[in-house]
């Protein structure tokens, strides 16, 4: 497992390949780049609208997006400030098997009541 830190800030290179990934693979608007009155950029994450499924991470070459699964829980770490997630736990085996924000959004997709979403892929 890797290095579970609050802050990667000083990692981000502001290449804003999650930004990219982010809205135009996985269809959100979780990043942003932002830039201040000195012109001085940074990159913005909005948990609300994430769905935790790790292409940003994946895509970031710097290390500076970071997540990770501890029991029950998805930790994400970024350039912009740590988030917890809640996992949802198999009714069957037990597995916590994926973010409950995502299966929020996959319910949604799918035109399925989350009644849908109570086993793992194994159990189905
Ligand atoms: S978090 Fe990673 S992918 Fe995103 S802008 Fe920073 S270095 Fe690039
Ligand atoms: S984990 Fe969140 S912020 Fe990252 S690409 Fe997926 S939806 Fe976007």
Do not use: H
Request: aromatic letters at 8%; hydrophobic letters at 35%.
């Amino acid at each position: 497992m890797r290095e579970i830190i609050n802050d990667t800030k000083d990692r981000c290179i502001l290449c804003k390949k999650c930004v990219g990934i982010c809205r135009k693979t996985v269809g959100r608007e979780a990043i942003s780049y932002v830039e201040d009155q000195n012109g001085n950029g940074s990159i913005v994450f909005d948990f609300d609208k994430c769905i935790v499924c790790g292409s940003c991470d994946y895509i970031c070459a710097d290390n500076a997006i970071i997540i990770e699964d501890i029991v029950d829980t998805r930790v994400m770490v970024t350039p912009s400030g740590r988030k917890e997630f809640k996992l949802k736990q198999c009714a069957k085996c037990g597995y916590y098997w994926a973010p409950e924000q995502q299966i929020k959004f996959m319910s949604e997709q799918a035109n399925l009541p989350l009644s849908a979403f109570e086993l793992c892929s194994d159990c189905r």
